[in-house]
């Protein structure tokens, strides 16, 4: 007998591995593009460290890094900053400028960590269905706000009527730019941030432990500050050092409300300078082109990144630490 052709039989094998190959072709361009996204992340942190480490410690010839110039025992232990001055009076001191940054994040995490805690808990343990669904968007929303808003809020309402008013009759006096009202504005802008991560390791506690603590008697405020919180704390503290690293790297809100005043202080009522305020500060300005002046925001940038960089590793550390895996 002749065959006419292959048959339907024989053309079913054929069809299913045309379409395997074409779906192996397709898994393969997108974990190639997954693979591309992340390479371009780990590209993008090696460029920035590699250009704050060139024009801070390197140098590319002919021109000199910042530290080639300025002695790091001056940079680190210096009590003045005043790059801006004529050459005979610079002086490259970052004291002030680490001391203000560290005044707002103090003051923010003091405003801005309990506050989200325990809006956290309150979503988390006691708010309703219809409660939860209303005070998430107003949460996301207050995230959304720009930073330039946040500013002017603190400068034109906070301290004209809020804090100065409030301190005067103390018998304080309370400058118009202070590190006071940056750093609650920079507190209120973390709480969204606290709030939103730790209702999340919240909700991850197994229904068991609160159920267990009831049935001891437990009250509902004993089962969330013993049982719950306790139990997602690797969580909670991982959210903290997060936005304390976002306070840190704040700049248009803190630059408009606390000053430009490099001043070494823990007095929040006077007005100070953070490292990303003189950032910001020097580039609106004129800056000479490899003059001491534009490396030294190398220089700045460059501690920033390795306060940011040491808070983000301190926080990884404590997440895997005490993390808790719950079956």
Not at 182 to 198: E, F, K, R
Request: charged fraction near 10%; hydrophobic fraction near 50%.
């Amino acid at each position: 007998m002749s065959s006419a052709g292959p048959s339907r039989r024989d053309n079913k094998p054929i069809s299913l591995q045309r379409t395997f190959s074409w779906q192996r072709l397709r898994e393969e361009v997108i974990r190639c593009l997954l693979f591309g996204c992340a390479l371009l992340s780990v590209a993008t942190t090696l460029a920035i460290i590699f250009v704050l480490v060139t024009e801070s410690l390197v140098g590319i010839p002919p021109q000199t890094a910042f530290f080639q110039d300025v002695s790091w025992r001056e940079f680190f232990f210096g009590t003045t900053w005043t790059p801006q001055f004529a050459e005979a009076q610079q002086h490259f001191g970052i004291a002030p400028l680490v001391c203000g940054t560290l005044l707002i994040t103090g003051i923010s995490g003091l405003i801005g960590l309990p506050a989200g805690l325990m809006i956290a808990v309150y979503l988390s343990e006691y708010a309703t269905p219809r409660a939860r669904s209303i005070c998430k968007p107003l949460l996301e929303l207050l995230a959304g706000v720009p930073t330039v808003v946040y500013g002017y809020f603190g400068l034109r309402f906070l301290t004209p009527y809020v804090l100065i008013p409030f301190f005067k009759q103390m018998g304080f006096s309370i400058y118009g730019f202070n590190a006071l009202c940056g750093g609650i504005v920079v507190g209120i802008m973390i709480i969204p941030m606290v709030a939103s991560l730790s209702e999340d390791v919240l909700r991850a506690v197994p229904s068991s432990l609160r159920e267990s603590g009831y049935a001891l008697g437990a009250t509902k405020f004993d089962v969330s500050a013993r049982i719950v919180v306790p139990s997602a704390l690797s969580g909670v503290l991982a959210s903290f050092l997060l936005a304390l690293s976002r306070s840190i790297g704040e700049t248009m809100a803190v630059a408009i409300c606390a000053g430009n005043s490099p001043n070494l202080t823990l007095n929040p009522f006077a007005s100070i300078q953070t490292m990303t305020a003189f950032i910001v500060n020097v580039m609106q300005g004129e800056v000479v082109a490899g003059s001491t002046l534009e490396k030294s925001l190398y220089a700045v940038a460059l501690v920033l990144f390795l306060m940011t960089l040491s808070m983000n590793l301190v926080s990884q550390i404590i997440l895997n630490r005490y993390r808790e895996v719950y079956q």
